[in-house]
């Protein structure tokens, strides 16, 4: 009921045969050799002769001119047949004969979700994969491959059983990812290599895809630039390689990029600001666009932008939510062609307040003389102010107390000059850690620097600490002063252009010595002028763990001087960078919460559940259970799973008993549609050509072509004509 | 075969040098062929006649005495030699031609044919003349029945050098009025000429009751056409040279000599005249047989 018109192509499969059709001339230099070459006879009856060809010319010329065009045909056939022609249609090239491994590829890049027609490029895809089945010859074979990042293999055994392998098309479903051009290449070159093994003559790989600059102009670095252009090579040795574009480049597109809270923690004490970028990966401008604000399902908010094209426009909200647990924030665009990525989901863990727990390693005599006094401030300085509701609800207990907390609990610990740890308190601290907690480690004379690199800088197997500690750096009347190292660490963010916040001037007369391991993922925040390490943090299983070179109170003095180790806690820096510490290390709770697709979903819990597994409940309603690991403190359970973008839903069952939210979004690098040009593809590709699908609603792809075969058939067809004629006409054998 | 007749092959005569040796051994190789001889009883006038006895010939058994007497008799001759034969000599550019099976060019096999016939007339003690021509008579020798004749028309015929074009009509009509006196005449030629012309010519021979017979000497490459290659054809007899692929023009030459075959095979018959196709790659046999059927005709 299409009008859908078939383009078709015309192909060679030994190109360089065709220069045997300069043959097709030698019928007529023959022809024009034998006019040059005679023999001369004196002959009697000429009288007859003439008359015979006098009344004969015409006829003669009209046989000689046919003949010649036989014999020029007969030899142009015949080099045609051993060419092997092919038609190509809509890509595919066809050569008669012989069982064919057909390896399907499927473009799974979320790009493939633009939705042109009715149907998205992916359906479109499945489509014309299914035709190429229909199509095939009895004998073929099949697999699958969904190129995606990971590529995947559907069907790997090459399926003989057209009916089954249908089934796994149709069953299909785009992942809200990018593509792997070259892993998928690595895995369709060893199911190529395969294809002898499995009594097949040889192999087409079809890639069914939009040809998106992200996924078909890889960056890669020199080595596996090579490597991949090798893969080429070997692969369309063993393999013909069609490509059918099923999409246009220029295809327009909005985007939602990015959707975050400004603040690390969010709490129903306060309205937290929510940031969104949207871009428009098109070339159109696109005015007054609507933006939605969606908390937990609910529309709360609009707002209208104009994006240029190629540009981002940032979108402010704010909101303050009114129950502590996991929220859903949703922003959502009006809506284009490409539907997955005009939302983007941020789960909220949303707490009443932040707990911390401060461990005072060394307990005053009076007020603000212990370890953690002035830290407990600066975590709540408003804690005097009645008015003010607390965001912060920081706790003090002796170093003695540790192992009797559940610290589980907490969101945070600052441990503050404690001297040493002893084991069961080092995979305490990891278990806060592989849950997402913070941990500060804050230095002073009572800290047995021996105890903690043996306890927690991975000796005994329990890494929680950034860096080792190396000697106590102290000069008599020197103050050390903080270098920023140019603000490059977000943790300084706040300070950067407020030099009156006095983080240049903090005085530090005393302060360990860092040293960080060149292999760790370890990141130095803030220096000494020295150059030695100040702050040095890092993310270490999912939580951050920060160490901090020197004290948090006044309590540590030097002997001799009688300086405290530090005037930090007194100084106008103090406060800011302790509410910075805390953001950074509990930063982890937000970020474990929003992914990307194909990262991991996981949690350690603070305690074992009753049952041995957890409910995850996918964007698209289905509900698999994943099962539990034991953990040093609890219990922890993971999900690889994470193929489509939107909000997974995790029931925890009891004692523990809570359902939390885990918002997976979609790498907008994929966003952007631009496609290759059919001249930008790899060379072993260029020679089929491609067609652009959008327009087409019925696929239709033509039957093989046993084009060489018709030839050798014509090239007997005219031996026995040309023979005929010969005979004829009175050239043939008498 | 007797090892005489083997000089009737042409291949195997070519090699024999000298006419009047040509024609011995053509003439003995044809007689010892034959059971009887084959000129017993001819060129006599009636003499008596002989009471048939089994085993004679039953064409000289005289009816009309069976038809009065109801026995037979035969006719007795006596020998006479009043038979006069003319053997006009086509010596035509045409009649050099020879294609490359033949033994003997036209002319040559022509020259072997009269000579052969110039030798058996003689034997048999009737007269010979010889006239050589082309566009007009370069030779004319009166007829006689001189054995020492043999040589002046073996010289004459020896001494025929082909150059000229053949105009056969003219010369016929010119000779049938210079031949005095009534006998045989023996055409031998290829003919290449206008047949309307010839013919009349013929007729004229006809008319002055000649018996003719016609010996068509023609090379087995003029009836058979067998050029395969592309070739240029010379002309002879001033005809243009002509370039062409054989094989597709043969089936139209064929044709066309067909057609030229045809047209003086029926210009003979209308005028009564035999006519004798002598292929030169054939025996002479045939030439000789011819004449003498001829000649039992004549005299008969």
Not at chain 2, 85 to 111: C, F, H, I, N, V
Request: proline share 5%; charged share 25%.
């Amino acid at each position: 009921m299409f009008a859908h018109a078939p383009l078709l192509a015309f192909g060679f499969a030994n190109l360089l045969m065709l220069g045997w059709l300069a043959a097709a001339a030698a019928p007529i230099l023959i022809h024009l050799w034998n006019k040059r070459r005679y023999r001369e006879v004196r002959f009697a009856a000429m009288e007859y002769l003439l008359a015979a060809l006098r009344k004969n010319s015409r006829r003669l010329r009209i046989e000689q001119l046919l003949l010649l065009a036989v014999r020029t045909a007969l030899v142009v056939l015949l080099v045609l047949a051993v060419a092997q022609p092919y038609f190509e249609q809509l890509g595919l090239p066809f050569v008669a004969g012989g069982r064919t491994l057909k390896v399907i590829v499927i473009d799974g890049s979320y790009s493939m979700g633009y939705k042109p027609t009715d149907k998205t490029r992916f359906d479109r895809a499945k489509q014309w994969a299914e035709q190429i089945v229909d199509d095939s010859s009895q004998g073929d074979a099949f697999t699958l491959v969904l190129m995606a990042a990971p590529p995947t293999v559907v069907v790997g055994t090459p399926a003989v059983e057209p009916a089954g392998f249908l089934d796994e098309i149709e069953n299909l479903e785009m992942p809200h990812g990018g593509a792997d051009l070259p892993a998928t290449l690595a895995l369709v070159e060893r199911i190529c290599e395969n294809a002898d093994a499995a009594g097949l003559d040889r192999s087409e790989v079809y890639f069914l895809t939009d040809l998106g600059r992200n996924t078909w102009a890889p960056q890669l670095g020199q080595a596996e630039e090579a490597e991949y252009e090798a893969r080429i090579d070997h692969l369309s040795n063993i393999a013909s390689l069609a490509v059918l574009d099923m999409g246009k480049s220029e295809s327009e597109n909005l985007a939602v990029t990015s959707l975050s809270s400004s603040e690390p923690y969010v709490t129903t004490a306060r309205e937290v600001p929510l940031s969104a970028q949207i871009r428009n990966f098109g070339r159109q401008p696109q005015n007054h666009q609507l933006v939605e604000l969606h908390v937990d399902g609910r529309r709360v908010k609009e707002s209208y932008v104009d994006v240029a094209p190629g540009e981002d426009t940032p979108v402010h909200f704010s909101h303050r939510f009114d129950t502590p647990g996991d929220h859903v924030v949703e922003l959502r665009l009006g809506g284009d062609l490409l539907e997955v990525d005009n939302h983007r989901w941020l789960s909220a863990p949303v707490k009443e307040h932040l707990r911390v727990l401060c461990v005072n390693g060394k307990p005053g005599s009076g007020p603000m003389t212990g370890a953690t006094d002035y830290l407990a401030l600066a975590l709540n300085p408003d804690a005097a102010n009645p008015l003010v509701e607390a965001t912060v609800e920081p706790e003090v207990i002796a170093e003695s107390a540790l192992l009797e907390r559940d610290l589980g609990q907490y969101d945070c610990i600052f441990l503050c000059n404690v001297a040493q740890f002893t084991s069961s308190e080092a995979r305490l601290l990891e278990s806060v850690l592989n849950r997402g907690g913070g941990l500060v480690f804050f230095l002073g004379d009572q800290v047995m620097p021996d105890r903690y690199n043996r306890e927690l800088t991975g000796e005994q197997g329990i890494r929680v600490l950034p860096a080792r500690l190396g000697e106590i750096v102290h000069e008599a009347q020197y103050q050390y002063r903080f270098d920023p190292l140019s603000y490059r660490h977000p943790l300084l963010d706040v300070f950067e252009g407020r030099e009156q916040s006095g983080l240049l001037t903090t005085p530090v007369y005393t302060y360990y010595r860092l040293e960080i391991d060149p292999d760790a993922k370890a990141r130095v925040a803030l220096a000494f002028d020295g150059g030695d390490a100040a702050i040095v943090e890092e993310a270490i299983g999912r939580g951050r763990s920060i160490l901090v070179a020197t004290e948090c109170s006044l309590s540590s003095v030097d002997p001799a001087s009688k300086n405290p180790w530090t005037t930090m806690p007194a100084w106008p820096s103090f406060v800011p960078l302790v509410q910075e510490l805390l953001a950074l290390a509990v930063e982890g709770q937000m970020s474990q919460h929003n992914v990307e697709v194909g990262q991991l979903l996981g949690e350690s819990l603070e305690a074992v559940t009753t049952r041995s597994t957890v409910d995850v409940i996918e964007p698209s309603g289905d509900r698999s259970a994943v099962r539990l690991a034991l953990d040093a403190g609890g219990s922890r359970w993971s999900y690889s799973d994470t193929l489509q973008s939107g909000v997974y839903q995790v029931d925890i069952g009891a004692p523990i008993d809570r359902s939390e939210a885990f918002a997976v979004n979609v790498d907008t690098r994929e966003s952007d549609l631009a496609a290759i040009g059919p001249d930008e593809l790899p060379r072993a590709f260029s020679t089929h050509r491609q067609a652009s699908l959008d327009e087409a609603d019925t696929p239709s792809i033509g039957q093989r072509s046993g084009l060489h075969k018709g030839l050798l058939y014509g090239v007997l067809g005219l031996l026995f004509f040309e023979t005929l004629l010969a005979w004829r006409f009175g050239r043939g054998v008498q | 075969m007797d090892a005489n007749q083997k000089y009737l092959d042409p291949q195997t005569l070519a090699k024999l040098q000298g006419l009047e040796l040509r024609a011995r051994s053509i003439v003995e190789g044809y007689v010892s062929g034959v059971h009887r001889s084959p000129y017993h009883g001819f060129s006599i006038e009636f003499a008596e006649h002989r009471e048939y006895s089994p085993g004679d010939d039953l064409r000289y058994v005289d009816w009309k005495v069976f038809g009065k007497s109801d026995k037979f008799y035969l006719k007795q001759y006596e020998e006479e030699t009043n038979l006069v034969t003319y053997l006009l000599l086509d010596t035509s550019e045409s009649m050099r031609y020879q294609s490359d099976p033949a033994g003997l060019s036209k002319l040559e096999y022509a020259q072997c044919v009269a000579a052969a016939l110039s030798y058996l007339i003689l034997q048999q003690q009737d007269s010979v003349g010889l006239a050589a021509f082309d566009t007009e008579i370069r030779s004319l020798i009166r007829p006689s029945s001189n054995p020492s004749h043999l040589k002046q028309l073996l010289h004459v015929m020896q001494r025929s050098e082909p150059v000229r074009k053949t105009r056969t009509g003219p010369i016929f009509h010119d000779l049938a009025e210079r031949l005095r006196r009534k006998g045989l005449v023996i055409v031998l030629s290829d003919l290449f000429d206008d047949v309307p012309s010839m013919m009349a010519g013929l007729k004229h021979f006809r008319h002055r009751r000649y018996d003719v017979v016609v010996f068509h000497v023609l090379d087995p490459a003029e009836l058979d056409f067998p050029f395969r290659q592309t070739t240029l054809f010379r002309g002879m007899e001033e005809m243009p040279d002509v370039l062409t692929d054989p094989r597709s023009l043969r089936k139209a030459y064929l044709d066309e000599f067909g057609r030229f075959q045809q047209a003086v095979r029926k210009g003979c018959r209308s005028q009564r005249i035999d006519y004798v196709l002598l292929r030169t790659d054939h025996s002479l046999e045939i030439a000789l047989s011819s004449y003498l059927a001829s000649r039992m005709n004549h005299v008969g």
